[in-house]
């Protein structure tokens, strides 16, 4: 990542933990989502303010606060697009907002839903010229007493923002319904690697605790990395709270 921060040599995630600290693909993936139907077409959308903006285990946000959304268009036949947007510090003096795009068809077949996307990050505003493709795969499978999912990211080779090198990210989520009275409480857990070819690899992992209490979605968890000697990185706790609509 740009200096480890840009080329997101690194986490982003059920809820808000999902989308900022998780899985690879996070921007069509938002638990506790509500849709609004219009024919065959449905609209989600999702507002959060995080303690840091963390994407795959470091923080891209230089430990500051960040305000991110996203909306989704989707389709019955499974074909959605959608947009996701984040504050950050993404390079020193320039680019502050991350907005990403993306493309994608998700089906469930004999209770396995499977899910492959297309995803453009844009910076706007940064001179470093650090956009980049990724596509990314995954399967996922609700068991009743837990949810499972895993997939894989990649990156392709001629971006700037990975040195003109390829990357894979590899991923799997674990998401556990705790009966705690009348609270909607989910542990959820990740772990994911990501081999950056000549580059250093990477192993993150998280686990927290997502809830909707008075119509806000809200996550507490642990995030970590084996990166040493870089503060980008280190352990930490996130939290977030926001609204899907």
């Known amino acids: 990542m740009r200096s480890e921060q840009m080329k997101k040599h690194v986490t982003r995630g059920a809820f808000a933990l999902a989308m ?102 844009t910076y706007p505003g940064d001179k470093w010229k650090g956009d980049y493709v990724e596509l990314t795969g995954k399967a996922s499978y609700d068991l009743g007493l837990v949810a499972v999912s895993a997939g894989a990211a990649y990156v392709f080779s001629g971006q700037n923002a990975y040195g003109n090198s390829d990357a894979i990210y590899l991923f799997s989520d674990l998401q ?40 806000l979605d809200l996550s507490l968890a642990y995030v970590d990395t084996d990166l040493k000697d870089n503060n980008l990185a280190d352990s930490r706790v996130l939290f977030s709270i926001g609204k899907s609509f």
């Open 20 to 121: 900022t600290v998780g899985a690879g693909g996070g921007v069509a993936d938002k638990a506790f989502a509500q849709t609004a139907e219009e024919g065959p077409f449905s609209v989600s959308g999702h507002v959060d303010f995080a303690s840091e903006y963390i994407f795959r285990g470091v923080s891209l946000s230089d430990h500051q606060p960040a305000l991110q959304g996203g909306l989704t268009l989707s389709h019955d036949s499974g074909f959605y697009v959608g947009t996701w947007g984040s504050t950050g510090r993404f390079h020193p003096g320039e680019g502050t907002f991350e907005v990403d795009y993306v493309a994608g068809y998700a089906k469930e077949l004999s209770g396995i839903s499977f899910d492959l996307f297309l995803s453009y990050y």
């Open 176 to 215: 556990i319904p705790l009966p705690v009275a009348q609270l909607p409480l989910t542990a959820v857990f990740h772990i994911g690697y990501e081999d950056f070819g000549q580059r250093t690899n990477k192993l993150d992992w998280s686990a927290g605790l997502a809830a909707r209490i008075y119509g």
